[in-house]
């Protein structure tokens, strides 16, 4: 429960990390909007599911719309930093989306979880974030741990590999994960996004200083 709390809460964080860019008038540059997008996304998902929670409204057919929003944004995310093998990229994702958006909407009675379309996006984004985590450390021109886009990709795969081991848990042997297991990877996702825009924050807020 306490971890729960928890995850809600670095959400909100995540979210409130976008005031540091409007109070000091500094500009998100055109590479992080669709980052942007997802954090404002999630935020969102978390007042609908709390609103849900509290007056006892099933909300497993919002994971229909949230689930398809949330793999085209971390796919853009990842894609736009792909540049060797990006044309396989795009046509792998284009087929996992088209099943993601299929299963969703179409396969899958609203009232029941997409497991299968959760699955094969959760292994296709494990495999892609592990893809770029690979880059982003050894074909780097600066140390990895300075450049943001690490963590974003960093909280990517924790997310999506805990995710892929859940679901291949329960659908080869019907062994359920601790809930608590994916509130931590939800938990650490969200702080090393909030990490990652404090990050780009000071280093905007360098360039526009040496600008002046």
């Not at 964080?13 to 909007?33: A, D, N, Q, V, Y």
């Not at 497993?60 to 793999?71: A, I, N, S, T």
Request: glycine fraction near 4%.
């Amino acid at each position: 429960m306490k971890l729960g709390i928890l995850s809600n809460i670095s959400v909100v964080i995540l979210f409130l990390s976008l005031f540091l860019f409007l109070f000091s008038k500094i500009e998100i540059g055109k590479e992080k909007k669709i980052f942007l997008l997802y954090i404002i996304v999630a935020f969102l998902s978390e007042i609908v599911t709390h609103f849900t929670a509290v007056f006892h409204i099933r909300n497993v057919w919002f994971g229909h719309f949230f689930f398809p929003m949330e793999f085209f944004l971390f796919f853009l995310i990842l894609l736009q930093w792909e540049n060797r093998y990006r044309k396989y990229w795009i046509a792998a994702g284009a087929l996992v989306g088209t099943y993601v958006s299929l299963d969703n909407f179409l396969l899958t009675d609203f009232s029941k979880f997409p497991v299968i379309a959760m699955s094969i996006q959760n292994f296709f984004l494990f495999l892609f974030s592990t893809r770029m985590l690979i880059e982003l450390t050894t074909r780097n021109f600066i140390p990895f741990y300075k450049d943001e886009r690490f963590y974003i990709v960093a909280g990517i795969f924790i997310y999506t590999c805990m995710a892929s081991l859940m679901h291949l848990f329960f659908n080869l042997f019907s062994v359920y994960f601790p809930s608590d297991l994916m509130v931590f990877a939800g938990l650490s996702l969200n702080l090393l996004l909030t990490y990652a825009m404090v990050l780009y924050y000071r280093q905007r807020k360098m360039l526009a200083e040496a600008l002046k």
